[in-house]
Nanobody, 114 residues
Framework: QVQLVESGGGLAQPGGSLRLSCAVSGSIFRFNSVAWYRQAPGKERELVARIITGDKAVYTDSVKGRFTISRDNANNTVYLQMNSLSSEDTGVYYC????????WGKGTLVTVSS
């Protein structure tokens, strides 16, 4: 079955960096669209970054200039490079992919100290 497994989360200091990875395995070789979402405690899940048609990356305003989404199609891996982290970036980050059907990872926790 198709699986998305996130990794790379953890504790970071304000101004620090983390790189999240999403390893994709299973019967689907490649997703048409991929994205990263996040959810802070007591908050709604929000879209952080997405790769759309033509490999164009789209970001929510709060992370523009700091986060970069990318994917390695050969290795079926999606990345989220996060720089200049602040406490507002704390939350569980989820990987998402679609190829007609939608798939979600279990999430990885990112904590940025204040």
């Amino acid at each position: 079955q198709v699986q998305l497994v996130e990794s790379g989360g953890g504790l970071a200091q304000p101004g620090g960096s983390l790189r999240l990875s999403c390893a994709v395995s299973g019967s689907i070789f490649r997703f048409n669209s991929v994205a990263w979402y996040r959810q802070a405690p007591g908050k709604e899940r929000e879209l952080v970054a997405r790769i759309i048609t033509g490999d164009k990356a789209v970001y929510t305003d709060s992370v523009k200039g700091r986060f970069t989404i990318s994917r390695d199609n050969a290795n079926n891996t999606v990345y989220l490079q996060m720089n200049s982290l602040s406490s507002e970036d704390t939350g569980v980050y989820y990987c998402w992919g679609s190829s007609g059907m939608s798939y979600w990872g279990k999430g990885t926790l990112v904590t940025v100290s204040s």
